[in-house]
């Protein structure tokens, strides 16, 4: 039977192919078709779209990719009337549908002037009402994995009146925040935590003999990720009272799809929920509901009923599924977009008395109610502002490309050249910008699912044999594969190439996604060659000289953002740098700055507002944190009076580098005066790029205030920053 403490609940998200209509529910579910659930998910396609024609002129507008969509915000009377999630537990399941299309126009015209993620909030609107109406919170626990999905939940949770500032600087955060609402039980901006965090909640709550009930949302992307397994194996093992709601919408490979479209998800995991989304014979689960329709008595027997008939998800063929056989009590596919049935198996499952884990498969559709995003989901995982009418993004437009796209061009170049080089990233082709490598070259990509400790040791394995992988992750989730990195790249000298994205502050995704830390744990390891490019062409010669190391392994970071225009190398083919080689852009006396990465154009910046004020400063490009160019330095260090070190990472980056090579050879010993500008040692807000550059103390001013300060001139650097 069931359980005797109150359930947690873990809810997956994500969009999924055409499901089997159940008998036993009245309305048939709607064939639905997928698109991403998490900060990485490439939008994955349905191999049977079967969509009920539409007549008259909203047919001949679809015919041509055009639809009826209001240009203004509708009237929202039932939404207006909600604060909090306690103002809906009055509410009629119609009103709940009512609420549901209300919230839904809430977020598109939200987003419509913020931009953000709307795809994955539009596909868990019915969801999130749901579980806001059985479930008490914020003392019932509500946890969103991941927490881009969220716009909703925090409709209904008391923010909807600062929604216009989300992911502005010192308005709401993009994903859940605990330090924003007592309602965001987890923080979750990365993915596949909210099984661990859930069952930790769930063992804590019985320990306190509390009754609160724990629950979790979680997208079948995230479900791809090894920690979501060793939850459950976990959570199996303990026997701990949760439930998992699996929120499928076929997103096993994240944020924006291929250059020809949507691409089929990635990994078993996808084939076997498609095997699950089908009837099958009862067997021995029947006489659980039966056993439960006899607990429950006769007034709740045709709820019992509809839980029985879902409960056929949990047999397979042959006999169980992963789920059952971790540990699991399965029920589904649920359709996440019919109101009646959710709220009854919700409330089924919260007031049945269970023991241990239970897993529901709720299905989804990514974008669900707006039908631009529906048509093209991988568009619409992350948007700029855009017209609610006609679907319009309004881009801004750059005179050059982003530092993602000339990563890929350079690989591509190489590999035009060198059969060997692949290229794999972690459920990011758009992200990394391999989605252009994969066009070229697809049988040399490999998109391994949000899984970033195998991909680092897949490359591994490449490279064993003769391969030249470049594994492409962003900086932050280059944290999740760390021990990896050590154990299985760097302890061995495998020659694997690190492309690190989204390296330094990202605006709008804030702090979980800072690339604050890579230069730091990267630089420490004994046999890693640590690269950075002052600007574009610089990457191109860095991807030039990572596939040229076959000794060890390498790695290189660049920024979120464009290019500063600078000329490309011919054909876009880089050519290969000295190792542990930097050069001086700018001679000048006294003063000398020492930059790592794109801060070096901040440098120049400095230099030529303290070149107004009649100083003439030195300005270097390090190029190598590891190894460090000594000659370099020690010829800054003795022929200046001020060096300062400059890099938009964390303490411990390459300034302390810089640091200990001086103090080793003496170079401290004598009246140098050396200061080095990172980033704070605290985690900086979303907001404008400008706005965090200016909270981290790295503008160009701030550098030349730096300078003035140290030589004395403090009125003129207070006057500067005013």
Same mark, same amino acid.
């Given at each position: 039977?069931?359980?005797?403490?109150?359930?947690?609940?873990?809810?997956?998200?994500?969009?999924?192919?055409?499901?089997?209509?159940?008998?036993?529910?009245? !309305?048939?579910?709607?064939?639905?078709?997928?698109?991403?659930?998490?900060?990485?998910?490439?939008?994955? !396609?349905?191999?049977?779209?079967?969509?009920?024609?539409?007549?008259?002129?909203?047919?001949?507008?679809?015919?041509?990719?055009?639809?009826?969509?209001? !240009?203004?915000?509708?009237?929202?009377?039932?939404?207006?009337?909600?604060?909090?999630?306690?103002?809906?537990?009055?509410?009629?399941?119609?009103?709940?549908?009512?609420?549901?299309?209300?919230?839904?126009?809430?977020?598109?015209?939200?987003?419509?002037?913020?931009?953000?993620?709307?795809?994955?909030?539009?596909?868990?609107?019915?969801?999130?009402?749901?579980?806001?109406?059985?479930?008490?919170?914020?003392?019932?626990?509500?946890?969103?994995?991941?927490?881009?999905?969220?716009?909703?939940?925090?409709?209904?949770?008391?923010?909807?009146?600062?929604?216009?500032?989300?992911?502005?600087?010192?308005?709401?955060?993009?994903?859940?925040?605990?330090?924003?609402?007592?309602?965001?039980?987890?923080? @979750?901006?990365?993915?596949?935590?909210?099984?661990?965090?859930?069952?930790?909640?769930?063992?804590?709550?019985?320990?306190?003999?509390?009754?609160?009930?724990?629950?979790?949302?979680?997208?079948?992307?995230?479900?791809?990720?090894?920690?979501?397994?060793?939850?459950?194996?976990?959570?199996?093992?303990?026997?701990?009272?949760?439930?998992?709601?699996?929120?499928?919408?076929?997103?096993?490979?994240?944020?924006?799809?291929?250059?020809?479209?949507?691409?089929?998800?990635?990994?078993?995991?996808?084939?076997?929920?498609?095997?699950?989304?089908?009837?099958?014979?009862?067997?021995?689960?029947?006489?659980?509901?039966?056993?439960?329709?006899?607990?429950?008595?006769?007034?709740?027997?045709?709820?019992?009923?509809?839980?029985? +008939?879902?409960?056929?998800?949990?047999?397979?063929?042959?006999?169980?599924?992963?789920?059952?056989?971790?540990?699991?009590?399965?029920?589904?596919?649920?359709?996440?977009?019919?109101?009646?049935?959710?709220?009854?198996?919700?409330? +089924?499952?919260?007031?049945?008395?269970?023991?241990?884990?239970?897993?529901?498969?709720?299905?989804?559709?990514?974008?669900?109610?707006?039908?631009?995003?529906?048509?093209?989901?991988?568009?619409?995982?992350?948007?700029?502002?855009?017209?609610?009418?006609?679907?319009?993004?309004?881009?801004?437009?750059?005179?050059?490309?982003?530092?993602?796209?000339?990563?890929?061009?350079?690989?591509?170049?190489?590999? +035009?050249?060198?059969?060997?080089?692949?290229?794999?990233?972690?459920?990011?082709?758009?992200?990394?910008?391999?989605?252009?490598?994969?066009?070229?070259?697809?049988?040399?990509?490999?998109?391994?699912?949000?899984?970033?400790?195998?991909?680092?040791?897949?490359?591994?394995?490449?490279?064993? +044999?003769?391969?030249?992988?470049?594994?492409?992750?962003?900086?932050?989730?280059?944290?999740?594969?760390?021990?990896?990195?050590?154990?299985?790249?760097?302890?061995?000298?495998?020659?694997?190439?690190? @492309?690190?994205?989204?390296?330094?502050?990202?605006?709008?995704?804030?702090?979980?996604?800072?690339?604050?830390?890579?230069?730091?744990?990267?630089?420490?390891?004994?046999?890693?060659?640590?690269?950075?490019?002052?600007?574009?062409?610089?990457?191109?010669?860095?991807?030039?000289?990572?596939?040229?190391?076959?000794?060890?392994?390498?790695?290189?970071?660049?920024?979120?953002?464009?290019?500063?225009?600078?000329?490309?190398?011919?054909?876009?083919?880089?050519?290969?740098?000295?190792?542990?080689?930097?050069?001086?852009?700018?001679?000048?006396?006294?003063?000398?700055?020492?930059?790592?990465?794109?801060?070096?154009?901040?440098?120049?910046?400095?230099?030529?507002?303290?070149?107004?004020?009649?100083?003439?400063?030195?300005?270097?490009?390090?190029?190598?944190?590891?190894?460090?160019?000594?000659?370099?330095?020690?010829?800054?260090?003795?022929?200046?009076?001020?060096?300062?070190?400059?890099?938009? %990472?964390?303490?411990?980056?390459?300034?302390?580098?810089?640091?200990?090579?001086?103090?080793?050879?003496?170079?401290?010993? %004598?009246?140098?005066?050396?200061?080095?500008?990172?980033?704070?040692?605290?985690?900086?807000?979303?907001?404008?790029?400008?706005?965090?550059?200016?909270?981290?103390?790295?503008?160009?001013?701030?550098?030349?205030?730096?300078?003035?300060?140290?030589?004395?001139?403090?009125?003129?650097?207070?006057?500067?920053?005013?």
């Amino acid at each position: 039977m069931w359980p005797q403490h109150a359930p947690v609940v873990v809810v997956a998200s994500s969009t999924a192919t055409p499901i089997a209509t159940f008998p036993s529910i009245a !309305s048939p579910l709607r064939p639905v078709f997928g698109v991403t659930s998490s900060c990485r998910t490439t939008c994955s !396609s349905r191999s049977t779209q079967v969509k009920k024609r539409a007549s008259g002129v909203r047919a001949a507008l679809a015919e041509r990719g055009e639809y009826e969509y209001p !240009s203004e915000r509708p009237p929202t009377p039932l939404l207006d009337t909600i604060n909090y999630p306690i103002h809906m537990k009055n509410l009629s399941i119609k009103e709940l549908k009512q609420l549901s299309d209300e919230l839904r126009s809430d977020v598109i015209f939200h987003v419509s002037k913020t931009g953000g993620h709307l795809g994955s909030s539009l596909g868990v609107v019915e969801l999130t009402v749901a579980l806001h109406y059985v479930f008490n919170t914020p003392q019932d626990r509500i946890l969103w994995d991941v927490g881009h999905q969220t716009y909703p939940h925090k409709i209904l949770t008391g923010r909807r009146s600062k929604m216009g500032t989300i992911r502005q600087t010192d308005g709401l955060a993009g994903f859940t925040k605990r330090a924003e609402s007592e309602y965001d039980a987890f923080g @979750a901006g990365h993915s596949s935590n909210s099984i661990s965090a859930g069952l930790g909640m769930a063992v804590g709550r019985d320990l306190k003999g509390k009754k609160n009930h724990v629950v979790a949302v979680i997208g079948d992307g995230a479900m791809t990720a090894g920690q979501a397994y060793e939850a459950m194996n976990n959570a199996g093992y303990l026997d701990s009272d949760m439930i998992v709601i699996l929120n499928d919408n076929r997103q096993v490979s994240l944020p924006t799809a291929t250059l020809d479209g949507p691409t089929p998800p990635v990994g078993a995991l996808s084939s076997a929920l498609s095997r699950l989304q089908s009837n099958r014979p009862l067997r021995e689960l029947r006489e659980v509901a039966k056993g439960v329709t006899k607990q429950i008595g006769g007034p709740m027997h045709e709820i019992a009923a509809k839980v029985d +008939e879902y409960a056929r998800g949990l047999i397979s063929g042959s006999g169980s599924t992963l789920f059952e056989e971790l540990g699991l009590y399965y029920i589904g596919p649920v359709d996440g977009h019919n109101m009646d049935d959710l709220v009854a198996i919700l409330k +089924e499952v919260k007031t049945t008395k269970t023991t241990g884990p239970v897993l529901i498969h709720v299905v989804t559709e990514k974008g669900r109610g707006y039908p631009y995003a529906e048509k093209a989901a991988d568009k619409y995982h992350g948007v700029a502002k855009f017209d609610p009418a006609t679907g319009k993004q309004f881009k801004s437009r750059s005179m050059t490309q982003s530092y993602t796209t000339y990563f890929a061009e350079a690989l591509i170049a190489e590999a +035009e050249v060198d059969k060997d080089i692949v290229a794999i990233h972690a459920a990011m082709g758009g992200g990394t910008g391999l989605n252009l490598f994969q066009r070229r070259f697809p049988a040399r990509c490999f998109d391994v699912g949000i899984a970033e400790q195998h991909a680092v040791t897949f490359a591994a394995g490449l490279a064993c +044999e003769g391969l030249k992988p470049f594994c492409a992750i962003y900086s932050s989730f280059m944290q999740r594969a760390y021990d990896q990195v050590v154990h299985d790249v760097d302890l061995q000298k495998i020659p694997v190439r690190f @492309a690190m994205d989204r390296a330094g502050l990202v605006g709008a995704d804030g702090p979980t996604h800072c690339g604050a830390f890579d230069v730091t744990f990267m630089a420490c390891l004994p046999n890693m060659v640590v690269m950075a490019p002052a600007d574009e062409a610089e990457l191109f010669h860095m991807v030039a000289t990572a596939a040229a190391i076959d000794d060890r392994p390498s790695c290189f970071r660049y920024p979120r953002g464009n290019g500063i225009g600078v000329p490309l190398p011919s054909g876009n083919k880089g050519i290969p740098l000295e190792i542990g080689k930097g050069h001086i852009l700018v001679e000048g006396e006294r003063v000398a700055l020492l930059g790592y990465g794109t801060v070096v154009q901040s440098c120049l910046a400095a230099a030529a507002l303290l070149e107004d004020r009649g100083l003439q400063l030195t300005v270097a490009d390090a190029r190598f944190c590891k190894p460090l160019d000594h000659a370099l330095i020690r010829s800054l260090a003795k022929s200046h009076d001020v060096l300062i070190t400059v890099e938009e %990472g964390a303490i411990g980056g390459f300034g302390s580098h810089v640091a200990q090579f001086m103090a080793l050879d003496g170079l401290l010993d %004598g009246n140098l005066k050396w200061r080095p500008m990172v980033l704070p040692d605290r985690y900086i807000d979303h907001g404008s790029p400008n706005d965090q550059l200016a909270e981290a103390g790295l503008t160009a001013s701030h550098i030349a205030a730096t300078v003035l300060n140290i030589i004395g001139k403090n009125r003129e650097a207070f006057e500067l920053m005013q």
